[in-house]
């Protein structure tokens, strides 16, 4: 008979994969909090959550239960203009209550690419309505990762990502990685001198948004120097400029907080969300949309929309997933987790192969100088630890759930594989 392996090679093309060359691929079979198993029924701890959307551990029968009462009771009807359903108006509710001051509306999507695509459009719209047709421009960040879209693709500041497609969408400009070992003990002034800079050669009066991630992810789970996030907020709010805030990976509990937005205290205009507000058991997601935004687009019509925006099995599975973070206390858990594997962690850095080991929360990253990740990636899974290699670092989020033990043992593998990789 042939293996699922063998079909998965036949018939499937991976995202990120080479077409013609399918991977030899890690057939998953199941997963119960931050444990994973495959068709052979080895086990796994996992230390990435996939592609790290799953703060409440795999495995959450109440999840599915709630999933399927709400397909028995009413599995979708369209949200498009005046249709609407309970779950979608109480998830709004919902994050109203926890999202950071200024937030006022909620527009629900599918997952996080269509949410930056939404919040792009929703900025230039609202400038647009208010008379600054001419504010088109957005500033994104080299490192940052908004997505898969036309939009998103073309404000993710990593090249290898964008090649290939042709032209996306124009009017996208650049600032330097907020990385602060690039750029020294003044990164935050070199950083807010640059954007000041920018901002008076291509004119204030043109741009219509700053897009980024509270902490790089994609780009190797990279906190900002220390003040960078409120003074970006400040120079952008004086010179009109939206504030879009990607926290498709950082909200729902990673950083030890609701949102990263609350951690670093910023209060954007938009915050985008995905990935943890399901906890990834059904895609969903949501842009918080604040005042400033609703100002400028008041009575413009949006003509802008996902058949299955607001899809009210999402909706109610986001709902039961908040309340597990909320009852489980799971943000709490993550600074706490966050710390002792940072104690594990942090002796790497006397490696000289190693230039950083750095995080927040539970999202951690191992930065390499020049020694490839991916050989660590592999090592640590043939001894059972699933981790994540991304470019030259090795970055981590494990469900918020994982025990101490399994930590722990994620740690123990983690470094003797990186301490090996010095060769
Ligand atoms: N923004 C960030 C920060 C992400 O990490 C991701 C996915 O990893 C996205 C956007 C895109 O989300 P999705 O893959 O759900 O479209």
């Not at 009807?77 to 709004?92: E, H, K, Q, T, V």
């Not at 459009?121 to 001419?134: C, V």
């Not at 509270?214 to 004086?238: A, I, K, S, T």
């Amino acid at each position: 008979m042939t293996s699922l392996a063998e079909l998965d090679k036949r018939t499937l093309i991976h995202p990120h994969s080479v077409v013609g060359a399918p991977a030899e691929p890690l057939v998953l079979d199941r997963g119960s909090g931050a444990l994973l198993w495959d068709t052979e029924g080895r086990e796994y701890i996992d230390g990435t959550c996939g592609l790290w959307q799953c703060p409440v551990g795999h495995g959450r029968a109440e999840l599915a239960s709630v999933a399927a009462e709400q397909i028995a009771r009413l599995e979708f009807f369209s949200s498009f203009g005046d249709y609407s359903n309970a779950p979608a108006i109480r998830l709004a509710e919902r994050l109203l209550s926890l999202a950071p001051n200024g937030i006022e509306r909620v527009f629900l999507t599918n997952g996080g690419s269509e949410g930056n695509e939404t919040a792009i459009k929703l900025a230039r719209l609202a400038h647009h309505h208010a008379g600054s047709p001419e504010r088109t421009v957005i500033l994104a960040r080299s490192g940052g990762y908004h997505g898969m879209g036309g939009g998103s693709l073309a404000a993710t500041g990593i090249d290898g990502l964008r090649a290939g497609f042709g032209p996306l969408l124009p009017d996208v400009e650049w600032l330097d990685k907020p990385h602060g070992i690039e750029h020294g003990p003044d990164a935050t002034e070199h950083l807010v001198a640059e954007l000041e800079r920018r901002i008076a050669e291509i004119g204030a009066h043109r741009i219509a948004a700053f897009i980024g991630e509270p902490v790089l992810g994609v780009g190797g789970m990279v906190p900002p120097p220390e003040g960078y996030w409120p003074r970006v907020q400040e120079v952008l709010r004086r010179n009109g400029i939206l504030f879009i805030a990607d926290e498709i990976v950082t909200a729902f509990g990673r950083t030890g907080h609701w949102f990263g937005s609350e951690y670093f205290g910023i209060e954007p205009d938009m915050i985008v969300t995905a990935k943890g507000i399901t906890s990834g058991y059904i895609p969903m997601g949501a842009v918080l949309i604040g005042r400033r935004v609703l100002e400028l687009a008041g009575g413009a019509t949006f003509l802008h929309g996902f058949t299955y925006n607001g899809h009210p099995v999402g909706a109610a599975v986001a709902l039961a997933n908040i309340g597990i973070i909320e009852r489980e206390n799971l943000c709490e858990r993550a600074r706490v987790l966050g710390a002792r594997l940072r104690t594990r962690l942090d002796p790497l850095a006397e490696l000289p192969h190693v230039r950083e080991v750095r995080g927040v929360g539970l999202m951690l990253g191992i930065e390499f100088d020049g020694t490839p990740a991916a050989p660590v990636q592999s090592g640590c899974r043939a001894d059972g630890v699933v981790v994540r290699a991304s470019g030259t670092s090795i970055v981590l989020s494990p469900p918020l759930v994982i025990t101490g033990e399994q930590l722990d043992t994620l740690a123990d593998v983690l470094c003797r594989h990186v301490t090996a990789a010095a060769g």
